[in-house]
């Protein structure tokens, strides 16, 4: 059985349903590709865990909490950029890395191009940004790329997933949980997503 969270959200599905729709021009296309991912990572921090943290009111000293993990977002570019923003909304520490691949158009194969990442790591939770999670190639092969990293604490956040894509990250990465706006019917014949949105990267920076 697939495992994958599927948000139930009713603001969700409302910017989704615009998000879809082919007039959606890219300056709206971005704005709610930012909102989503803010609502979709409130969702899966949920169970992150905090230390106990004093503070002092004007009323007098309570003891609250704060995050215990540095905070990584890892954006799998092109696409995931537009997500960055925000979920930095809701996380303004976060440190953002940058994971370059695309997606080979003939063998649907992760090609990868940019990785700066330092030796070893400064973060304690990854959150994995990409819109799109087709054949699940790109999202399995950065998150392969954070483990080797050595980043146990490892979650995907996606727009829309479709059931290959899924089944191909739980086979891979049984320990990530997996975030989704929505999880679509199937991929066509040329791994694109039914019903999808098109191609993420495109509508976003007007390139298609
Ligand atoms: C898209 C999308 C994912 C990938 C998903 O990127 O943003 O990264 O395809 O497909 P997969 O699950 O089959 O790997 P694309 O390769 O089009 O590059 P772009 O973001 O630069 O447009
Ligand atoms: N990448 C996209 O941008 N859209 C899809 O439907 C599949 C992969």
């Known amino acids: 059985m697939l495992q994958a969270n599927e948000s139930k959200h009713p603001m969700v599905l409302h910017k989704l349903t615009i998000l879809r729709d082919v007039a959606t021009e890219p300056r709206k296309f971005r704005e ?61 520490d976060a440190q953002v890395w940058h994971i370059g691949l695309y997606r080979d158009e003939k063998t649907l194969q992760p090609v990868q191009y940019y990785n700066k990442l330092p030796l070893d790591p400064t973060v304690g939770v990854c959150l994995v940004l990409d819109p799109m999670l087709a054949t699940g190639g790109s999202a399995a092969a950065t998150i392969t790329i954070l483990k080797d990293w050595g980043v146990k ?12 894509g899924i089944q191909h990250l739980n086979e891979n990465h049984p320990d990530v949980p997996i975030y989704l706006g929505a999880i679509d019917e199937r991929l066509n014949e040329i791994g694109y997503i039914v019903p999808g949105l098109g191609d993420a990267g495109d509508r976003q920076f007007g390139t298609g």
């Not at 169970?47 to 503070?55: R, W, Y």
């Not at 604490?153 to 290959?164: H, S, T, V």
């Open 153 to 164: 604490n490892i979650r995907y956040i996606g727009l829309l997933g479709a059931p290959e």
């Open 32 to 92: 709610l590709v930012s909102e989503i991912s803010a609502l979709l990572t409130y969702e899966a921090t949920r169970d992150l865990p905090t230390i106990e943290k004093e503070v002092e009111t004007p009323m007098g000293k309570t003891v609250g909490g704060e995050m215990k993990d540095n905070i990584g977002l890892v954006p799998i570019l092109r696409a995931g950029l537009g997500m960055v923003d925000g979920v930095w909304d809701l996380i303004p």
